[in-house]
């Protein structure tokens, strides 16, 4: 049965795609090894961190935008379908316990939403519209951030979210892993990372999909250190919703301190387990309410408050 024009279209446009490269040299990948494939693995994967490093210009630059959007409060929302939208809400996940973001502060949408999660939502990807009205749902203002994600650059849930995003005024963010890519011309920022063919071809789990990781780490985490959400390289603003972090937030204490134990106690039950009101305290040797209110000041820049106490 002959194919249609759009799947003949489609498959021009893969062919044409570094991400969807056949590697000849790899077919017979199934008859090596276990260890030579590990190793042939590995050595794909060590590629990732050299292409994400001839971006950092286009990547720093998104992330100052990103940052000064937030400071006025807007929100930073990644969008993207399958893997890439998988990753976004990973990292959007992650921010809460990390940085103690507000509840939809940092926001992952999924093309299909959360069912696509665990399983492929049929066509999800293939709409713009979805995007627009995940986005409309949100009630997207000019100081919030929309980043799409692709390994394609050609998803149309991904560009759909940066156009609607761009129409509303918000800033966008374009993240791909294909050079020239439709997602990152519609976008503010385009962010190409080209790490070259997958493993298996077209899996862009792999490569593709570590390049974004390491690109949203950096979006996220950069952007909450220029908010004021760490000190040196501490996480003040950590969320002691466990043991774990509970135990975490002492350690930081002390780190930043260098306050024994009852020290560092005491100035955590001062302040309600706040770990950065703890840190002021013991280094400013203020009260509890005084730095909340020094930290308040400061848009809870702790670097900041600690400078307004020493006057």
């Known amino acids: ?102 509840p939809g502060q940092v926001v992952g949408l999924i093309a299909g939403g959360p069912e696509a999660m665990v399983a492929s939502v049929e066509g999800a990807e293939d709409s713009k519209e979805l995007a627009q009205g995940d986005l409309d749902a949100l009630k997207l203002t000019p100081d919030d951030t929309v980043v799409g994600i692709s390994a394609s650059g050609r998803t149309p849930y991904a560009i759909g979210a940066v156009e609607h995003a761009r129409s509303v005024g918000a800033l966008t963010v374009g993240l791909a892993c294909n050079a020239g890519s439709a997602l990152a011309a519609a976008a503010d920022h385009g962010i190409e990372i080209v790490a070259g063919p997958e493993l298996i071809t077209g899996s862009t789990r792999l490569k593709a999909g570590t390049a974004q990781k390491l690109v949203l780490n950096m979006i996220s985490t950069i952007t909450m250190i220029r908010l004021g959400k760490t000190y040196g390289n501490l996480m003040v603003d950590v969320r002691a919703s466990n043991a774990k972090l509970r135990a975490r937030s002492r350690r930081i204490v002390a780190l930043a301190t260098g306050a024994g134990e009852e020290e560092v106690e005491a100035a955590l039950a001062a302040t309600d387990g706040e770990v950065k009101h703890a840190i002021l305290t013991l280094l400013a040797e203020v009260d509890g309410p005084t730095a909340a209110r020094l930290l308040a000041e400061s848009d809870g820049h702790l670097r900041e408050a600690l400078a307004a106490a020493r006057g």
Do not use: K, W
């Open 1 to 102: 049965m002959a194919s249609s024009p759009r799947a003949h279209d489609l498959r021009a446009q893969l062919d044409a795609l570094t991400t969807e490269a056949f590697r000849p040299e790899l077919a017979d990948i199934d008859q090596l090894p276990t260890e030579e494939i590990a190793r042939l693995m590995n050595a794909e994967d060590a590629r990732v961190p050299a292409a994400v490093a001839e971006r950092l210009p286009e990547i720093a630059a998104a992330i100052d935008a990103v940052a000064e959007r937030m400071a006025r409060g807007g929100r930073l929302v990644y969008a993207g379908a399958g893997t890439a939208g998988r990753l976004g809400v990973l990292d959007a996940s992650e921010c809460p316990p990390t940085f103690n973001t507000a």
